[in-house]
C-alpha cells in the first residue's frame, strides 16, 4: 500500500506561482509513475502532469509550458511548481500512482487563483 499527502495549496493572484508537494510512504521502492490531477467544482478529474522514475515526464497541453512536475526519488516525494497560473487553474489537485492493479490518490489541496 501507499499513502499520499499534498501539501502547499493556497490562494495566489494571477500571475503568481505556487509550488505543491505530495510525499510518499508505504510501499513507494515499488512506485513507477507518479502523477498530478486536478478538479475543478462542477468539472471532471483531468490529468495534468507525470513523472515516471526514469525522469520521462507528460503534461496536459492547457499547463505545458507553465507547470513543471519533478521528483526526489531519495524523499519519495513528487513537486508541481505551477506558473503564470491562471484564474482556470483554480481547482482541488491531487497526488496519484498505481500500484500493481491498485490506484492511490492522495486527499487533495486546494489551489484558488484569485485576484
Known amino acids: 500500500q501507499v499513502q499520499l499527502v499534498e501539501s502547499g495549496g493556497g490562494l495566489v493572484q494571477p500571475g503568481g506561482s505556487l509550488r505543491l508537494s505530495c510525499a510518499a510512504s508505504?510501499?513507494?521502492?515499488?512506485?513507477?509513475?507518479m502523477d498530478w490531477y486536478r478538479q475543478a467544482p462542477g468539472k471532471q478529474r483531468e490529468f495534468i502532469a507525470s513523472?515516471?522514475?526514469?525522469?520521462?515526464?507528460n503534461y496536459a497541453d492547457s499547463v505545458k509550458g507553465r507547470f513543471i512536475i519533478s521528483r526526489d526519488n531519495a524523499k519519495n516525494t513528487v513537486y508541481l511548481q505551477m506558473n503564470s497560473l491562471k484564474p482556470e487553474d483554480t481547482a482541488v489537485y491531487y497526488c496519484?500512482?498505481?500500484?500493481?492493479?491498485?490506484?492511490?490518490w492522495g486527499q487533495g489541496t486546494q489551489v484558488t487563483v484569485s485576484s
Open positions: 513523472m515516471a522514475s526514469s525522469r520521462l515526464t
Open positions: 496519484h500512482t498505481v500500484l500493481g492493479a491498485a490506484q492511490y
Open positions: 508505504g510501499s513507494t521502492s515499488s512506485i513507477y509513475v
